[in-house]
T-cell receptor, first 114, second 111 residues
Framework: DTAVSQTPKYLVTQMGNDKSIKCEQNLGHDTMYWYKQDSKKFLKIMFSYNNKELIINETVPNRFSPKSPDKAHLNLHINSLELGDSAVYFC?????????????FGEGSWLTVV | GDSVTQMEGPVTLSEEAFLTINCTYTATGYPSLFWYVQYPGEGLQLLLKATKADDKGSNKGFEATYRKETTSFHLEKGSVQVSDSAVYFCALTQGAQKLVFGQGTRLTINP
């Protein structure tokens, strides 16, 4: 049973399109995240939600809109895709104060904008 | 703010060689420290962690010790295998607010 699952794993789309990546965790965690990995493998947090409330927004363009319908889901919607949005997007979750604040990641979504 | 610095890659070793990947951090307070691994074409997997000073994390033959006095968390393995080829990320977190990653070190093991 996958703990943090995200779909799709691969997505190729044209500039200007709108796309969504879905994420679900079955760990019972209160906190979920989206991270972006660029072409140089550098990882940076985009958003963090705790119990459906936004707690971190790291100066991400407002074309990116996370949505958390419940604490087990955190979806990422991207409007008007640009070439520079091509990256790997990782969803993650954690439970503060548990297991040394370990953050568990999904398998990633490889987005290519052409 | 908090930051993590890893040794520059890529690192290329022969099978059965000894591995060290250096990691140092800057943080206020007492962070938890992690090593994550990313195999080619795959996602991030937790390799090991340590939550307080002098703790040693270990997994799959890898070890790292949380050294507060030197603010370090170096990754070591006594005898690497070809299957260890991957990108390794050192990271820290405080209060599960967010993980701060190092830049990653690409490791290639030749047979």
């Amino acid at each position: 049973d996958t703990a943090v699952s995200q779909t799709p794993k691969y997505l190729v789309t044209q500039m200007g399109n709108d796309k969504s990546i879905k994420c679900e965790q079955n760990l019972g965690h209160d906190t979920m995240y989206w991270y972006k990995q660029d072409s140089k493998k550098f990882l940076k947090i985009m958003f963090s939600y705790n119990n459906k409330e936004l707690i971190i927004n790291e100066t991400v363009p407002n074309r990116f809109s996370p949505k958390s319908p419940d604490k087990a889901h955190l979806n990422l919607h991207i409007n008007s895709l640009e070439l520079g949005d091509s990256a790997v997007y990782f969803c993650a979750s954690s439970q503060p104060g548990i297991s040394g604040n370990t953050i568990y990641f999904g398998e990633g979504s490889w987005l290519t904008v052409v | 703010g908090d930051s993590v610095t890893q040794m520059e890659g890529p690192v290329t070793l022969s099978e059965e060689a000894f591995l060290t990947i250096n990691c140092t951090y800057t943080a206020t307070g007492y962070p938890s420290l992690f090593w994550y691994v990313q195999y080619p074409g795959e996602g991030l997997q937790l390799l090991l962690k340590a939550t307080k000073a002098d703790d040693k994390g270990s997994n799959k033959g890898f070890e790292a010790t949380y050294r507060k006095e030197t603010t370090s968390f170096h990754l070591e393995k006594g005898s690497v295998q070809v299957s260890d080829s991957a990108v390794y990320f050192c990271a820290l977190t405080q209060g599960a607010q967010k993980l701060v990653f190092g830049q990653g070190t690409r490791l290639t093991i030749n047979p």
